[in-house]
């Protein structure tokens, strides 16, 4: 398309590819400057009922101002093709100043404060950006960050009835994105949040989550989470837990670790809630590295990442500590108060049976997560040993993964004692290594022709 001219906008040169279209520098005749012409792929606009939807989506994002978000000029449909003009940023891409080690860690938190302080401006419009990654992410020459597609990943989503706010599963989410143009969604789901890996709506927390990899990737030179395949990495989001960025890197100030472990909890409640409070975090780390002081981790943010692993690690929710706890008063007064003996073995006997009953609960969960997901004509077996399930599949396709995890996280929300349980998806054994897997204890079902 170079050197054509759709609508008042003469193409110039081609600029880069995504998962959406094609990128162009354009010059606007109207107004004689430049912009970045963005072309729609034709496959993601067909839809008669989605395409508005994005429009309009498109169009509230248009509307942000602010020096972080390039602003969206345009957008339109000629000769059936649709585009969006958008500001040209001049610079170079954040993986490219990762790439090229350019970035140092004055530079790296000055970009993140930008990008938070531009999130916030976003997310209090009810904007959220769904595909923050460090390709995405523009820094000019002067070292002015600009964030890129702000609100326009909305197109990669299909047209559904429910709202941002709502928390309800929607795995039709992710496995749209694996069908859509794999290059490019494979290296956005590195950046994924663990809602958005498990299919479920989406919180201005998802696009916090994302920044917190942008920051830890700046700061470190690696990306967080990492697997051997997309289906890995995943299960590395949605699971694993990062190794603190002081411990990559020995000369990092310990209130980044605090700060960026702080964006990458598992639990969007258990995150920055909204990005004006990582900015205010940001600007005062900011100021203590140009002043060269130390700061140390405060009692009191110790006292609160101790709170934040204690819920994200302990099994037992607010609601069950408080049963609980109810339980062993009751038994205390039973004990101290005077009652016959007789009744009081009565009291133990039931309370042996409530006992075996939740202790149980487990097993019995778990034998329904069997047989749903043994129902899977992928599946070729699934071994248990103590809180580690491994599901083989002869492929691991992305409804089989969202299906598992949605059913582990509902057990695992279920439980009243023990650890939760983890899962792995596994189809890369070779056949000496499933043999081995049939040999060893913990197989609870293996398909009739494995």
Known sequence: MINKTIKHYKIEKLLGKGGMGVVYRAHDTRLDRPVALKVLKADLTKDPNRLPRFLREARSAAAITHPAIAQVYDIDEAEGTTFIAMEYVEGQTVSQLIANRELDLAGSVEIALQLAEGLNKAHK?????????SDNIMVTRDGHAKLLDFGLAKLLKP??????????????????MFQTVAGTVI?????????????????PTSDIFSLGIVIYEMVTGEMPFKGDSPLDTMHSIAFEEVRPVTVIRKNLPPELHRIVSRCLRKRPENRYQNAGDLASDLKRLKHDIES??????????????????????????????????????IAALLIITKIHWANLLWLVIVGLMIYRYIRNRKNRMLKRFVAKISKFPDVRAISIRENQITVIAEKAQ???????????????????????LEVAVR?????????????????????NDA
């Open 125 to 133: 419009t009810n904007i959220i950006h769904r595909d923050i990654k």
């Open 159 to 176: 047209d559904k009835s429910v709202t941002e706010t709502q928390t309800a599963p929607d795995p039709k989410e992710t496995e749209t």
């Open 187 to 203: 290296g956005t789901i590195a950046y994924m949040s663990p809602e958005q890996a498990r299919g479920q709506a989406i919180k």
């Open 292 to 329: 060269g002081v130390q700061r140390s981790i405060s009692p009191i943010h110790r006292l609160q990442e101790l709170g934040d692993w204690l819920k994200t690690s302990l099994p037992f929710s607010p609601k069950n500590i408080a049963t609980a706890a109810i339980i062993l008063i």
């Open 398 to 420: 992305a409804k089989l993964y969202i299906r598992i995890n949605s059913l582990i996280d509902s057990i695992n929300n279920k439980l009243y004692i023990g650890k939760h």
């Open 427 to 447: 189809d890369d054994l070779a056949p000496e290594e499933f043999q081995n897997i049939l040999r060893e204890s913990g197989v609870v079902y293996v398909r």
